[in-house]
DNA sequence: AAGACGAAAGTGGTTGA
DNA sequence: TCAACAACTTTCGTCTT
């Protein structure tokens, strides 16, 4: 997180953060996420010596995943081979070259629907450029190797929005993946696992609190309420409460908490609602945090009863 | 009347034989 | 391949505010 320039149009204060990797800018002060969209100015890479140059740099038009075959094609033969081949090597490299054209326009014409769509879901999530990129050459990966065969794009679109958004540190919940893209949300889990799993792609656990920032300003919630979540899933994860369990439902517990902590009361309804959960997934959670983690001095600070 | 709580049954996915 | 299993959901009745 780095201190941003501007300031902040809700509250007029100047504690602006800019989050790069998500593309989110935050204000501390009253918790606002400001910005969600943005574009990234820097490179993402770094150049050492003249082959990083050679291999990172790229001039002339950008070299970009979502372009659909990235300026290059593949090409069976070239007439001069002609002359090497027999009667029966001629009709074999003809069939060839005419499947080869076959496959790869099939796979272009793919390519070029799935990316319109992949941009289509990706701008509706406001997504940040890194992770459309990102999704977009999984996306490619993908179609190589033939994995879209027996699903439908769409959901193989969804499923590689879904892991480029893991893998940036930008979770999306399958909830809204599903809500933006109309495909189901077991459709996309189960295309998603597979992918990954094909493509050999590894993705961590993602981190819950990196769903509280979104979480607490749809819920208009205080930067004090926002910090003291972190807080208290930084705990919990030492109470080990958070392996094994979904990330969002600890997310909300925690922002749940936090929210009655500083007397900003939200309804179990109203956060499992932005946190995709159920109340009584919550409400779980939310009895080990209160067990585990002494939070009851903090509770009675508000609610003046005494408890046993 | 709305929200919080918890029990019970159901779902989809993982794991280990 | 199948059954046991954990996490989470759905549903519903009861208690609290």
Redesign the pocket.
């Given at each position: 997180m780095e201190k941003y320039v501007k300031k902040c149009p809700e509250c007029a204060g100047i504690n602006l953060f800019l989050n790069k990797e998500k593309g989110e800018i935050i204000c501390k002060d009253c918790g606002l996420v400001v910005e969600e969209k943005m574009v990234d100015f820097d490179q993402e890479w770094r150049e050492f010596d003249a082959s990083d140059a050679a291999t990172k740099r790229r001039s002339g038009a950008p070299m970009t995943y979502t372009q659909y075959d990235q300026g290059l094609g593949t090409e069976v033969g070239r007439k001069a081979d002609l002359y090497s081949l027999g009667d029966k090597g001629k009709n074999k490299f003809f069939r060839l070259r005419k499947w080869q054209y076959r496959i790869s326009t099939a796979i272009e014409r793919n390519l070029k629907l799935a990316l319109a769509e992949l941009k289509r879901v990706s701008s509706y999530l406001k997504l940040p450029k890194s992770v459309e990129e990102e999704s977009a050459r999984i996306y490619t990966l993908a179609v190589q190797r033939g994995l879209v065969r027996g699903r439908s794009m769409e959901s193989v679109v969804a499923g590689a929005l879904y892991a480029a958004c893991r893998r940036h540190d930008v979770p999306r919940t399958l909830d809204e993946l599903s809500e933006a893209s109309g495909i189901e949300k077991?459709e996309i889990?189960?295309t998603y696992?597979f992918v990954t799993r094909e493509l050999g792609i590894t993705i961590l656990p993602s981190n819950p609190a990196d769903y509280i920032a979104r979480f607490s300003s749809s819920l208009n919630l205080s930067a004090e309420t926002q910090s003291k979540s972190v807080e208290i899933l930084e705990k919990a994860q030492k109470a080990e409460l958070t392996s094994?369990?979904?990330p969002t439902?600890i997310a909300a517990a925690a922002l749940y908490v936090s929210a009655l902590i500083h007397g900003e009361?939200r309804?179990?309804?109203e956060v499992a609602d932005v946190a995709?959960?159920?109340?009584?997934?919550i409400?779980?959670r939310?009895?080990e945090l209160l067990e585990e983690l002494d939070l009851e001095k903090d509770m009675k600070k508000v609610k003046n009863k005494g408890k046993n």
């Open positions: 077991k889990g189960r696992r094994g369990r979904g439902g009361k309804t179990q309804r995709g959960v159920t109340e009584v997934t409400r779980n939310y009895k």
